[in-house]
C-alpha cells in the first residue's frame, strides 16, 4: 500500500499518523484486500475545525473519496474512514465485477480528455459597462479518461468518487452520457443517444 499523509498548516505527529495508516490498512483488509494507492489530507477549515480527505485509488481510474470535517482531526478522520466503508459495503461485490471488467479491457477503450478547473471573476459587472463577459481562467489542467460504463456502473463511480457528475460512455451504445446528482436527491441521466433518435435534447432519471 502507498499512502500519502499529509497536513496542510496542520503538523501531523507520530500517533495520528499511525493512526491513520492502521486504519487505511484495516480498509484495505476487509474490502480490497490488493496493492492500492491513496492520499489522506487535513487541513483547517473554518470555525476552528479540521477538514479531512481521503482518496483511495483501488483500480485503473477507480477512485473512492470521502471528506469529513470536525472540531478534532481524528473524529474528522475517522468520519471520513467511516463514509469510505459505508460506500465499499454498498458497492462492493458490484464493484468487484466492475474493476474486474475495467481492467480486463483494452487501454485504447477509454478516451483520453482534458479536464479544466476553471475560474470566473464574479466582481466585475459587465451589465453596467455593457460589455461582455471574458472567458473563464483556467487555473488547471490534467488528463482524464472517460470510461466505457453502463448506466448504473457511473451512478456508482459518481457516488465512490463523491463528485456531483459522471460523464462516460455508455456501454450499451457507445454514446456519450452523463448521470449527475439532483437536487431533489434523484439521479439525473442524459443521453446523447436518445436525443439524436428523437432529434432534441432529453433528460432520463436513472435510478441509484
Do not use: C
Not at 30 to 58: D, Q, W, Y
Not at 120 to 146: G, Y
Amino acid at each position: 500500500m502507498n499512502l500519502n499523509i499529509q497536513g496542510k498548516q496542520i503538523n501531523i505527529g507520530d500517533s495520528l499518523r499511525t493512526h491513520i495508516n492502521d486504519k487505511i490498512e484495516e480498509l484495505n483488509t476487509k474490502f480490497f484486500n490488493r496493492a492500492i494507492t491513496g492520499s489522506v489530507t487535513l487541513s483547517p477549515e473554518g470555525n476552528s475545525s479540521i477538514k479531512a480527505h481521503i482518496k483511495l485509488g483501488i483500480g485503473r481510474d477507480i477512485d473512492v473519496e470521502a471528506y469529513a470535517t470536525e472540531q478534532e482531526a481524528y473524529k474528522a478522520f475517522d468520519n471520513a474512514a467511516e463514509k469510505i466503508a459505508k460506500q465499499m459495503r454498498r458497492y462492493k461485490r458490484r464493484l468487484r465485477d466492475h474493476r474486474q471488467r475495467i481492467e480486463d479491457s483494452p487501454e485504447n477503450e477509454a478516451l483520453k480528455a482534458q479536464d479544466y478547473v476553471i475560474t470566473v471573476n464574479e466582481n466585475e459587472d459587465h451589465e453596467q459597462d455593457n460589455q461582455a463577459p471574458e472567458e473563464p481562467l483556467i487555473i488547471a489542467q490534467m488528463s482524464t479518461n472517460i470510461q466505457k460504463l453502463s448506466v448504473s456502473e457511473a451512478v456508482m463511480r459518481m457516488d465512490l468518487s463523491g463528485q456531483p457528475a459522471w460523464l462516460f460512455r455508455n456501454l450499451s451504445n457507445d454514446s456519450i452520457s452523463m448521470v449527475y446528482r439532483r437536487e431533489d436527491g434523484n439521479i439525473g441521466w442524459i443521453d446523447t443517444e436518445q436525443a439524436e433518435k428523437k432529434g432534441s435534447g432529453g433528460e432520463t432519471l436513472a435510478a441509484e
